[in-house]
T-cell receptor, first 114, second 111 residues
Framework: EAQVTQNPRYLITVTGKKLTVTCSQN?????MSWYRQDPGLGLRQIYY???????DKGDVPEGYKVSRKEKRNFPLILESPSPNQTSLYFC?????????????FGDGTRLSIL | GESVGLHLPTLSVQEGDNSIINCAYS??????FIWYKQESGKGPQFIID?????DKRQGQRVTVLLNKTVKHLSLQIAATQPGDSAVYFC??????????FGAGTRLAVHP
């Protein structure tokens, strides 16, 4: 089954404790992206990757890192999480960039930073 | 800055009626627009898309209309069913391979 898989689905942690949210897709997609979803703000893009070893900042990259060493994986790293990063996070992928390709989303990771 | 907004945060309809969800966008240079459906506890699910060289596109029970003159996008759902209850997001391609999402509209379908 074609899918985008995120782990963990839920995480409660404390300020400053490094964490990684993994994202994997099995569709051989070149483009991958991370979003955060907050009430009343919709989805905002954090980082995206056009292909292996190519990453770029989205609209809200501060406090986040990503890497794209393999085509299928695009982990999101919070080196020193803070409470304002409490949010619902989505990973997405598409075959190419966004000009004419809808993105496929994972089911989300809910992070709570205390 | 660039934004995609929605006119109504919540839309309540009777089962069987047609639903219309509206969206205003600000980036007139955008070439691609998408509607997503998000059910509770799940990620956004692609419904239908449209490119700027079109003004209408139909899918199964759904139609997207694009009015570039007034920068307006709408999603029409025919014969709305309880399974259509969800939050609907419009999004536009915002340059540099970014998608700009609206805040979402909740569709509530009543029997």
């Amino acid at each position: 089954e074609a899918q985008v898989t995120q782990n963990p689905r839920y995480l409660i942690t404390v300020t400053g404790k490094k964490l990684t949210v993994t994202c994997s897709q099995n569709m051989n997609h070149e483009y991958m992206s991370w979003y955060r979803q907050d009430p009343g703000l919709g989805l905002r893009q954090i980082y995206y990757s056009m292909n292996v070893e190519v990453t770029d900042k989205g609209d809200v990259p501060e406090g986040y890192k990503v890497s794209r060493k393999e085509k299928r994986n695009f982990p999101l790293i919070l080196e020193s999480p803070s409470p304002n990063q409490t949010s619902l996070y989505f990973c997405a992928s598409s075959f190419e960039g966004l000009s004419n390709q809808p993105q496929h989303f994972g089911d989300g990771t809910r992070l709570s930073i205390l | 800055g660039e934004s995609v907004g929605l006119h109504l945060p919540t839309l309540s309809v009777q089962e069987g009626d047609n639903s219309i969800i509206n969206c205003a966008y600000s980036n007139s240079a955008s070439d691609y627009f998408i509607w997503y459906k998000q059910e509770s506890g799940k990620g956004p699910q692609f419904i239908i898309d449209i490119r700027s060289n079109m003004d209408k596109r139909q899918g199964q029970r759904v139609t997207v209309l694009l009015n570039k003159t007034v920068k307006h996008l709408s999603l029409q759902i025919a014969a709305t069913q309880p399974g259509d209850s969800a939050v609907y997001f419009c999004a536009q391609e915002g340059g540099y391979n970014k998608l700009i999402f609206g805040a979402g509209t909740r569709l509530a379908v009543h029997p």
